[in-house]
């Protein structure tokens, strides 16, 4: 059973940074590919990012998220999100999520292809 904790969420003005982390215990971390999901008010979960297990693959959602950047720090056990430039349009529950594979599941973007989840990290984002 694996145990994610999001944190470093809150509230920002647009064009603000902001860097989230998922601490991960419970398992041997390498092992999981790690993802990190939003859902805004009023709106379906979101795919934002993938990472395989050592780091070395990022996985896309297909549209242009240069703002973006994930990472994870095998020795610490943690997710990162690195989030520049954020826009109002970011507002939202950001949520990581891992499943047990050293590279990402063919349906990846899928919220179904993960297995554990965190409770979620609220981001806001004014004009």
């Known amino acids: 059973q694996v145990h994610l904790v999001e944190s470093g969420g809150g509230s920002v003005q647009a064009g603000d940074s902001l860097r989230l982390s998922c601490a991960a215990s419970g398992g041997t971390f390498s092992n999981y590919v790690m993802a990190w999901f939003r859902q805004a008010p009023g709106k379906e979960q979101e795919f934002v990012l993938a990472?395989?297990?050592?780091?070395?693959?990022?996985y896309y959602p297909g549209s242009a998220t240069g703002r973006f950047k994930i990472s994870r720090d095998n020795a610490e056990n943690t997710l990162y999100l690195q989030m520049n430039s954020l826009k109002p349009e970011d507002t939202a529950v950001y949520y990581c999520?891992?499943?047990?594979?050293?590279?990402?599941?063919?349906?990846?973007?899928?919220?179904?292809?993960?297995?554990?989840w965190g409770q979620g990290t609220q981001v806001t984002v004014s004009s």
């Open positions: 999520a891992a499943v047990g594979a050293a590279n990402a599941p063919r349906r990846f973007k899928e919220r179904t292809s993960y297995t554990y």
């Open positions: 990472i395989s297990g050592s780091g070395g693959i990022t």
